[in-house]
């Protein structure tokens, strides 16, 4: 099915593994020029090659290296596909998760570090990118969240409430940005990306679960 993205330029945050990586390789591969982000430079450039492969022909798959929680270099990864490609049609927001822990062994310092990881970069690079997905007609905004917000999962107390954040702020911006943009939040379920693989590795250093293997199973 032609989803008419050829030609189209998109940004991906968090792109070099997991969910970021899997919209940015469905992007390319309908055509769309795209710019992928993480923070370590030998993945990202990894993952630009990977989704090169399967990119269709006259894509373009560029890597730009962020921290998604530093103001600046979110600016700077914005303009990134703007000078490359001549503007941005569609912005898909995507962020590592913070610790997995309990409530009461959670500290302040964790909780502010996950609301500015996971809520305040959506709002930096949306913020940002608005001009220009405003333009030409317009684009959209596609926030990678959690089945978690519907389903909270043990131990992954900050995740569970502060992910809820994001939500309501893709249901404000549809309203806001609506007609010229339209913005949406995507609730995935378990999925064997690394964070997943983390997260089970740590169940099983607990005691909680009998094995890996075991775990993704169920």
């Known amino acids: 099915m032609d989803l008419h993205l050829a030609g189209d330029s998109a940004l991906v945050t968090a792109s070099s593994s997991g969910l970021g990586k899997a919209s940015a390789r469905a992007l390319a591969a309908e055509g769309s020029n795209v710019v992928i982000n993480g923070r370590d430079e030998e993945r990202l450039a990894a993952a630009v090659d990977d989704i090169r492969a399967d990119a269709a022909d006259g894509a373009t798959v560029l890597g730009?290296?962020?921290?998604?929680?530093d103001p600046d270099a979110v600016a700077e990864l914005v303009e990134?596909?703007?000078?490359?490609?001549?503007?941005?049609?569609?912005?898909?927001?995507?962020?590592?998760g913070p610790p997995a822990k309990p409530?009461?062994?959670?500290?302040?310092?964790?909780?502010?570090?996950?609301?500015?990881?996971?809520?305040?970069?959506?709002?930096?690079?949306?913020?940002?990118?608005?001009?220009?997905?405003?333009?030409?007609?317009?684009?959209?905004?596609?926030?990678?969240?959690s089945i978690i917000i519907k389903e909270p999962k043990r131990d992954l107390v900050l995740s569970n409430a502060v992910r809820s954040g994001v939500v309501g702020l893709e249901k404000t911006l549809s309203q806001e940005f609506a007609?010229?943009?339209?913005?949406?939040?995507?609730?995935?379920?378990?999925?064997e990306t690394p964070?997943?693989?983390?997260?089970?590795?740590?169940?099983?250093?607990?005691?909680?679960?009998?094995?890996?293997d075991d775990e993704v199973e169920k």
Not at 64 to 69: F, G, Q
Not at 84 to 93: I, M, N, P, R, Y
Not at 117 to 145: E, F, K, N
């Open 179 to 191: 007609p010229e943009i339209r913005a949406n939040a995507v609730l995935p379920g378990t999925h």
């Open 64 to 69: 730009h290296a962020a921290d998604l929680t």
């Open 103 to 145: 409530f009461l062994e959670t500290t302040d310092e964790e909780w502010y570090d996950a609301f500015d990881l996971l809520v305040m970069s959506v709002v930096r690079t949306v913020r940002a990118a608005a001009p220009h997905l405003r333009a030409d007609g317009g684009g959209t905004i596609v926030t990678i969240a």
């Open 195 to 212: 964070r997943v693989e983390e997260i089970v590795d740590q169940g099983v250093e607990r005691g909680d679960y009998d094995s890996y």
């Open 80 to 96: 990134r596909p703007v000078a490359a490609f001549g503007g941005l049609d569609h912005l898909v927001t995507s962020a590592g």
